[in-house]
Structures are given as structure tokens and as C-alpha cells.
């Protein structure tokens, strides 16, 4: 006779089959990220040339960008790199936590989340595109003809990569937006009626967003509240398509309580006697005969 599996024993051996899961699959997003790196390092220099092009582009005749730190010549490059292949990884790297948790979700929810995932990656490479081919030409543009004329533009390259890379992640996960919008009424935490309702709100949020995600400077503050806005727009209206269904039948629901309200105040009506009916015709004729009080 063979002896009845330990619960315990059961569950930590669960456990560690998902650790180790869970470890293959962070390995390959490591090792996504090292092959870009080591494949894009010869070309570091290039690509940083050509990330601070549209700067470079509108400095004044003869002016150049300047290293402070005596390694900036070479961090600045490496980190460019750096960032760039975990940035082309990133695809790599949401299909592996995907293929993670999408044992555990129902059906509805893997159609649901596929879509989202690929919508999600592209959303974030567009607002880094839009930042780089809208934004960035504007913002050094208008900075660059403001100052004194006295004043010789020489920019860190390590100072300027920081600023391009916060414009990059603010613009980037501001075009989530419509994701944020669907998940949220997928999850049932609003409707896209309520959320119509708080366009208002939505807008003033957006400039706040673009005041938080965005160096200070009025420009990039409103070249992203506009878009948010826009995307947020673009959500209400797919997830209106998306949860057709659900929002048909809040509506009918709303029409069910409505009635039902109205077939309550008829069998009240009904249950009452001539009397009690006249007595209330004659208070109602009373309130509405009272002078209103200022």
C-alpha cells in the first residue's frame, strides 16, 4: 500500500517548480538584454550622435556638447547602450512575465490580456517617437533662441542624456493611457459612461501629469497633456466597443429600477382608499399654494 502524498510536501514542491520557472524565464530576459547590448556596444558612439541630433542641430554655428566628468566620454555611451537594449528587449521581456501568469487566468481574461500586451508596446514605442521626431526639435529649438546672446550653448552629454531619457519615460508611459482606461473598466472599477462623465477631471490630470513626467518647462507640459488627453478619448471610445455588452446591460438595469419605481408608486397609489387619496391631492394642492421663502 502506498502512503497518502504529504499536503505540505505537495505545496513546497509547487512552489519551487514555479521558482524555478520564474528564474528560467528571468534568465532570458537578462540574457535578451545582454546579446542587444553586446551586439549595439561598437556602435555606441553613433547611436549617441545620432540621440542628440536634434539638439546638436539647433545649436548656433561652431558650438559643440562638452563632457564634464573625465569618464563621461565613455559611461555616457555604455548607459546609452545600456538602456536602449533593455528598451528593444522589452517585448522579450513582457512575453516572459506573461507567459508566467497566464496559467492562472481564466479564458476571457487571456483574450483580453494578449491584446493589451501588444497594444501596450506599441502605445510605449510611439510616445518615445513622438517625443524624438515632435517633441525634442520644439523644446531645444525654443530653448535654444531664448537665451541672452552673450550666452555660449554648450551641453553635458551626461545632463543631456538624463533629460532626453526622462522626456522618453514620461511620454512613453503617458501613451498607456488607453490601456489604464480599458483595464480599469474591464476590472470593473468604472464604466465608460461615469468616465465620460469625469472629462473635466481627465484634462486638468493631464496637464498635471505633464507638469510631473516632464522637465519644467511649459512646452513638453503641454505637447503631453494634449496627447493623454487624445488617448484617453481613444480608450473611452474602444472600451464602449470592447464592453458593448456590459454597458447594454447597466442601461437596462437602469431602466428595470426606473420601473420599478413606477410600479411601486402605482400599487401605492392603488392600495390607498378615496379618502387617504384625497387627503394627499389636498396636502400636495396645500405645499404647492405656500409662498416660497427667501
Same mark, same amino acid.
Given at each position: !500500500? ?24 528571468? *534568465? $532570458? ?10 551586439? !549595439? ?6 547611436? #549617441? ?26 559611461? %555616457?555611451?555604455? /548607459?546609452? &547602450? +545600456? ?6 528587449? !522589452?517585448?522579450?521581456?513582457? #512575453? ?9 487566468? #481564466?479564458?476571457?481574461?487571456?483574450? +483580453?490580456?494578449?491584446?493589451? +500586451? ?37 551641453? @553635458? ?19 498607456? *493611457? ?12 468604472? %464604466?465608460? /459612461?461615469?468616465?465620460?462623465? /469625469? $472629462?473635466? #477631471? *481627465?484634462? &486638468?490630470?493631464?496637464?498635471? +501629469? ?6 519644467? @518647462?511649459?512646452?513638453?507640459? &503641454? ?16 472600451? $464602449? ?15 428595470? @429600477? ?34 416660497? /421663502?427667501?
Amino acid at each position: !500500500m502506498s502512503e497518502e502524498e504529504d499536503p505540505d510536501q505537495s505545496t513546497a514542491g509547487s512552489l519551487m517548480s514555479h521558482l524555478f520557472e520564474l528564474r528560467d524565464r528571468v *534568465v $532570458r530576459m537578462v540574457l535578451s538584454v545582454l546579446v542587444l547590448f553586446l551586439g !549595439m556596444f561598437y556602435w555606441a558612439n553613433d547611436i #549617441y550622435v545620432y540621440l542628440a541630433e536634434p539638439l546638436t542641430r539647433q545649436l548656433p554655428e561652431g558650438a559643440t556638447m562638452i563632457a564634464i566628468d573625465v569618464a563621461s566620454p565613455f559611461l %555616457t555611451p555604455f /548607459k546609452l &547602450v +545600456l538602456m536602449l537594449a533593455v528598451f528593444l528587449s !522589452m517585448p522579450v521581456i513582457l #512575453y516572459q512575465c506573461w507567459s508566467f501568469v497566464a496559467p492562472g487566468l #481564466y479564458a476571457k481574461e487571456k483574450r +483580453l490580456a494578449g491584446p493589451l +500586451l501588444v497594444s501596450s508596446i506599441l502605445l510605449f514605442y510611439t510616445g518615445v517617437a513622438f517625443a524624438y521626431y515632435v517633441v525634442f526639435p520644439l523644446v531645444f529649438g525654443f530653448f535654444t533662441s531664448v537665451g541672452p546672446e552673450m550666452i555660449n550653448i554648450s551641453t @553635458d552629454i551626461g545632463r543631456y542624456l538624463d533629460f532626453v531619457l526622462a522626456l522618453f519615460f514620461g511620454f512613453g508611459l503617458a501613451f498607456e *493611457v488607453p490601456i489604464a482606461t480599458i483595464i480599469l473598466i474591464a476590472i470593473g472599477v468604472t %464604466t465608460p /459612461k461615469s468616465l465620460a462623465e /469625469k $472629462r473635466p #477631471y *481627465v484634462i &486638468v490630470g493631464a496637464f498635471i +501629469l505633464g507638469m510631473l513626467l516632464t522637465p519644467p @518647462d511649459i512646452i513638453s507640459q &503641454v505637447l503631453l497633456a494634449f496627447p493623454v488627453w487624445l488617448l484617453f478619448e481613444a480608450g473611452l471610445i474602444a472600451s $464602449r466597443i470592447i464592453f458593448r455588452d456590459r454597458e447594454f446591460d447597466d442601461d437596462k438595469n437602469e431602466l428595470d @429600477d426606473d420601473s420599478d419605481t413606477v410600479m411601486a408608486n402605482a400599487n401605492h397609489a392603488d392600495n390607498l382608499s378615496d379618502e387617504e387619496m384625497e387627503s394627499e391631492l389636498d396636502q400636495a394642492e396645500a405645499d404647492e399654494s405656500k409662498p416660497d /421663502k427667501t
